[in-house]
């Protein structure tokens, strides 16, 4: 008798806590956007220095810290931007030109027109140091 008289009760407090726990997962899970990659970052070569150092000013933003990756911008160490599918002058042009949103939904990415071409090739170099330390060649 009791337990059915406060059956109304425990199915509120079944809900409620349904709701904290679906709340708690949003806030801790994060968007599926975020990507939880760990970069293993090698000793850098000189030029691969000075690329992180144009990176981190100009691309990080979007690319994220070792080019990880972040919710505004896709990440280098993964497949798609492999030497042999995005060669190095992928990488001018889209400074040059921008990129038209193709393989991810970030969105387009603006041309980086304050980067000239010597400064991107150093930027490369630095992604590929980086793909390399993470098995992407
Ligand atoms: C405002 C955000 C933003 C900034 C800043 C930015 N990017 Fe991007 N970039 C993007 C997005 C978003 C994409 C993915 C487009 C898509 O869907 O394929 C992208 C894609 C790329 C691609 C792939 C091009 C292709 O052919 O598929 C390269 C290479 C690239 N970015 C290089 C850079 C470099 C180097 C810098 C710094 C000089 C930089 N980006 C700065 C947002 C940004």
Known sequence: MNVLSNLPKYIVMIVLAGGIFIVFGKITGGSDKTSALV????????????????????????????????EQGPPFINNIYRPNHHADQAFVLAALRGVRSHHWRFGNMPSQPQVNETQMLKIVRYVRELQRANGIN
Not at 52 to 65: D, R, S, T, V
């Open 39 to 70: 970069v293993n970052v090698p000793a850098l070569s000189a030029t691969a220095r000075e690329g992180q150092q144009l990176f981190e000013a100009n691309c990080m933003a979007c690319h994220g810290k070792n080019a990880a990756g972040s």
